[in-house]
């Protein structure tokens, strides 16, 4: 029996110590692991080739994934899935592991109503915006970029009278800034979650500064297309010259947390299990409630995450 | 109503967070927060003062706490408790929230059989060593400490033929030392749950160093004192030059994560919800299976914690 | 007699320690140090109060300025300005030592034309823009910061087929984008000193990709204000999806690198000898071949920094 | 014409991109550049291999030296040493960089007393204690790491009444101990260049105590070997329990600071215009009041380094 591993959609911290223990799992299994270079772009290419311990070695505190990965618009032309099909014949893969957000399992999804494949997806993405779990992997190193950065303006902010405003990624879902305005002790979370108060949030803010505060800090989501609009708000409305720092693709990178190594592991040998142990599936994996689970695909794909009411509600001026 | 927040023991990242925390939340819930100073002792020395938003601006980042601690052999002498009492009853606090480790609960167990006090304890120990929960505060932030020693010592190590010896903390658990080793991917992994199999591992790695291994890389935690043993072992019947690193307090310092934010926050809400909400406590509240529960202080002192077993199955060597 | 310290203009990592050494080494000389608060807007409004060793201890690894700064308007009034003197007088203060760029210079040396003030400028700025010295406080911080969010983007930037653009700092000058782009290997280099040559550029970088190349790094000076054009360039003429970081204030926080303590201590000494052992002086300090040298305030305002060519020499397409 | 680049002796950060630009630049002047593997040892045993620009993407950012070293004992007979050149010869290599320390010069001097070679030593270690060089690779990063370290002991510290004993590397020089003592300020620090008044430092550190000092912080330098003694000295003498922290090949490791790559690529950039220029050539270059300098390397090895005065003029308790 032949599993390969994909990375597919946006790189997560952590893939690559998911990767390694898919390597090193496999073979424990006495089964044989397989790469899908460059996602699914490279499925369709057919850049699949046999994995050993050696590809593995000293790869645990690197960011980003050896193999690669892509957003494929081949494949979404049938053509395209049937020679990602055959390919994956070739090699008498019929099981796949994928790193990556719910684009990717859609993609899964639709090759596996066309043709014969098991697949297992684990969610990886730094925006955790995936349904039937509270954790993607990536997110906590993703968290901690953050956090050095938003620490780093504070001591600058603390100097000066100003306002700073922050961007985190988060398409579509807020999470890494509500989590971030939380753990930093931000005055200002914008997220499309919820409603940023403007006029609560200035005659609060106006007080205070009038009172001794400094500086004030704004977390806005990059998903709210908000960052020059509160800018402005901050510079017109309270006073305050602001500087705005847009993070970025330093968000995605860097040497993955012991937590992202560790549920990196913990996905992976719940992944391989389930797909060793059963003929036809389609599924992902998650965690809840302190316990890995899988749900099936459709299910998933279907919903939508929420961000956990303990973030939200300790955040100013959201309504 | 008043409530007080002590730290007693060895002190851990995320302590600053729960203070903060607790300054915060207990003004919310309009009652009247007291720091008690330097632990155990500063209570018999009488160190106990009133809270402001503005002890506790800032601080987030900071590693220690801002209230210090202690260990106090007075306290053991029941004159000294009685002074500690009278202290807290002079600013008419009879419930307190405690940041420490088992010897700490054990500590305010006695002083509660004896005088009228409630109190919570919220597990806060690098040493990640305490009955019912899985989480103790500030081992985020410990592990990865270490996480950024042992990848450097990786660099220097692929580029020589050598092995590395790394202590980390743990007097009692070698909690520390076996997700360091699980994540770090180090060969050797020593401590006093399980035993350390010499043979298996000196047949094994001297095939693999023939095979083309460089180096070995071997945690080992504390409370064994066997970090010379192992070196020893490592050059005499291994047969490579082994250098040692002893972290010590570099493990208990440095910028809480956020995973350790988010716990300090989370403990504190539970903590002092549960004392405003009832007249006669002593419990210390955990986390378990994604969510926070609470457990009466005789039952936690009465019982030992175990490493989950998911963190000692792919350790290799031990038995 | 009484020296004083201010931060003027945008804060520096280094000038906390710049600031302890201060307080320390006046003491040491039996003088008697003064703290001037929020830059020369504080100046104006007599926030001076004398300081102790007890204000600067345990600074040394905070960024930012514990004195705070500013850039003020109001100091190019007159009456501001004897407003300032008067308030120096007060105390006794004819000395002063200044922490700031050549703003903050030009500020001092108008007050010295019209009141009887010695001062001492100290180079600390991160954009490294003042003539006279190869070094000014911050810049070591600024570009190990700038390093550590460089290399984040590469972990990511080689899983995928992307350009990245990093803006740096450099308002007046290209060196944070010069050096950060000669020590991380960038391929683009956009900054005001010279032209970057796109014919040139686009020609070789086409054939590069086709031959392999995996991503393309730009780093792009603020001051050049080319960051978006350099991203519609990479999307329309070179075919790659492109990101864009933008640094702002993260590259003036952090704890300041031993080589920014260091300078700190070593400007101090000498600006605070050169005050002690002169009766009218208005002069900085500066740092070149190794040496710490001082020049007359006047000629360092009216030259210009230069980039030295061993950073330009290497940089990609310009010319 | 052939140049190669050997690493001898102890690893230091800043040796990959001195590997780097080795190639780069070689290739650039229409060289040869050839890396000779794993030391002296590498050497004898002919791992010498032609470099290509692929092998050395991507290795800025990496602590190590990807092409190994070692200490050899072998090369100190005269076969061996004979091999070695005659390995040279069969890929025409008559000019070599080496990475290392004073060791690996006076190896290089033997066999180019007896053999037709042409060497440049760069000086590249820790340890900061080669004669004729203000800088030795690698000593920029290594104190970072040192900082960082003990930066958080700080943390932990200012919470108990303690002392800290931390170890740092240095086994011929006091270098590191000295510059991590004056720019963390700590109170102690033990080096074999001066003597510690242990009377003297009793006397105030028992004073500053009952004024309120927290916490004492000691710098050991290795090759004291006396880390246990001022352990006992400050448990026994001082009255203060104690920890110890032994940093170990942590200092040798960790992605290279700024200025190490930017040292690295001046350093290669003199040393292979050196050995392109001169036929016959043993020389060691440096970094001397802001520039590049050459010395024979007869003068280099039979004189010692000193620490600046400037370093060791404000530590306490020395004389």
Redesign the interface.
Known sequence: MSLAII?SGG?A?G?N?AI?KFVDYVYKCNKTPYFIYDGLDGLIDAKIKKAYHSDVA?I??????II???RSERFYEKRYRKKAFENLQKHNIDKVVILGGDGSYRAFEILSKEFCISFIGIPSTIDNDIYAT?YCLGV?TA???I???V???????????RA?VVETMGRECGYLAA??A????AEICVINEMNFNKNKAAKHLKKELKEGR?YILAIVSEGTKATQDIKNWLEDEIGMQT?????????????P???D??MA??FIIKAVDLLINNTQIQKAVGY????FIDRDISEINSKKYTIPS??LR?LRFLD
Chains 1, 2, 3, 4 share one sequence.
């Not at 939380?182 to 002790?185: F, Q, R, T």
């Not at 705005?244 to 860097?254: A, C, D, K, V």
């Open positions: 990375c790189d911290p893939m110590p390694k000293g645990l505190h690197n960011g980003g994934a690669g990965s892509s509270e906590d968290l901690n970029v956090r050095h950065a620490d780093n303006i504070r001591d600058t902010a603390s100097t000066f009278k700073f989590v971030t939380l753990s930093s002790g400094r500087r705005i720092t847009i993070l970025g693709h330093i968000q995605r990178g860097g040497n947390t012991v937590r190594r560790i592991f913990e809840e409630k302190g316990r303990n973030i300790d």
